[in-house]
């Protein structure tokens, strides 16, 4: 066990019941909330990204001769 596990179980050993159940509480909430999670202007900034990078693809098959199924043959080696 870590040194500052067992200062924080010698810690909670000293709380009433009604202290206890409100770590609890804290603790799960703070389990709830994912911490790694980039803030919202982040994720928008990312969403814009994608965004632009979607309009930015071609919205009509290319006029190359082949069909789709001919592509799918050239991009994954097999007839479907």
């Known amino acids: 066990m870590q ?7 010698r810690a909670i050993m000293g ?3 009604r202290d206890k159940l409100h ?3 804290v603790l799960a909430h703070a389990l709830q909330r994912d911490q790694t999670a980039p ?4 994720r928008k900034a990312q969403l814009d990204g994608l ?3 979607l309009d930015a693809l071609p919205s009509e098959s290319a ?3 082949f069909s ?3 592509h799918d043959v050239l991009l994954y080696g097999r007839r479907p």
């Open 3 to 9: 040194p500052q596990t067992a200062e924080i179980e």
């Open 15 to 17: 709380l009433d019941r």
């Open 23 to 25: 770590l609890i509480e």
């Open 39 to 42: 803030p919202p202007a982040a």
């Open 51 to 53: 965004l632009l990078e």
């Open 63 to 65: 006029d190359d001769g």
């Open 68 to 70: 789709n199924r001919d």
